[in-house]
């Protein structure tokens, strides 16, 4: 019985910790380089949830940009870290950010992509 409760246990926290292919980023740690920021312009999707395509095979971006996108670089592994958030967000190269939400770890090109509940937070610096 103790297998299967943990079992369950393991599926509710994986489930809550993923939207659709989306997994949750919590704790990741990105030091701010000085790329520039862009705006960012989400995909538009149908009722069921799926991306809408053009006659061409391309997904339809929306007209309205929701953020933009900023590009940091993951302390340790140098994984591109790049994270939708608010505009006007006041960065400063050389700065270690702590960075969560939902998101894509896309392994083939050694890059984190958050754009779902971010949240960008500068770290304090212990003295």
Request: glycine letters at 8%; aromatic letters at 8%.
């Amino acid at each position: 019985m103790e297998n299967k409760d943990l079992l369950a246990d393991l599926l509710q926290q994986q489930q809550s910790n993923t939207s659709g292919n989306k997994q949750k980023f919590d704790k990741l740690y990105g030091m701010y380089l000085g790329a520039p920021t862009k705006e960012h312009y989400p995909k538009v999707k149908d009722e069921n949830g799926k991306t809408l395509k053009d006659s061409q095979g391309k997904s339809v971006v929306s007209e309205e940009m929701d953020g933009y996108t900023y590009t940091f670089s993951e302390v340790g592994t140098s994984k591109i870290l790049k994270v939708v958030y608010l505009p006007g967000l006041l960065i400063t190269p050389g700065v270690i950010y702590r960075l969560s939400g939902l998101g894509y770890d896309m392994r083939s090109s050694s890059m984190i992509f958050l754009d779902e509940d971010t949240l960008i937070e500068e770290m304090e610096a212990e003295r």
